[in-house]
Nanobody
Framework: QVQLVESGGGLVQAGGSLRLACAASGRTFSSYAFLGWFRQAPGKEREFVARIGWSGGGPYYAESVKGRFTISRDNTKNTVYLQMNSLKPEDTAVYYC?????????????????WGQGTQVTVSS
């Protein structure tokens, strides 16, 4: 079992920044594990935002956030971060951290095995 706890959400004006953190505990991440961020706005499906390999596999982003968001990890703290800059109102959503074991280059929600509870990000115009 893996427990994922997100933090760092909040209310920010358009153009502002937020940094989300996802602290993991429980099952040790293997070299094949990926950590990802997804988001879900009201009335919409959950969508992929970014992912990074735990021991390898560089960052990969959705086109909608490329150049504005940065995913990183701190293996010593078992924590993954999502730095969000130049935020737009359309970035408003609940952001979820997720862990995938065994899927190659996972981008779909079904490819992730464990999920956090989510953190709300609201961007005002």
């Amino acid at each position: 079992q893996v427990q994922l706890v997100e933090s760092g959400g909040g209310l920010v004006q358009a153009g502002g920044s937020l940094r989300l953190a996802c602290a993991a505990s429980g099952r040790t991440f293997s070299s094949y594990a990926f950590l990802g961020w997804f988001r879900q706005a009201p009335g919409k499906e959950r969508e992929f935002v970014a992912r990074i390999g735990w021991s390898g596999g560089g960052p990969y982003y959705a086109e909608s956030v490329k150049g504005r968001f940065t995913i990183s990890r701190d293996n010593t703290k078992n924590t993954v971060y999502l730095q969000m800059n130049s935020l737009k109102p359309e970035d408003t959503a609940v952001y979820y951290c997720a862990a995938s074991y065994g899927s190659r280059w996972p981008v779909l929600p079904d490819e992730y095995d464990y999920w956090g509870q989510g953190t709300q990000v609201t961007v005002s115009s």
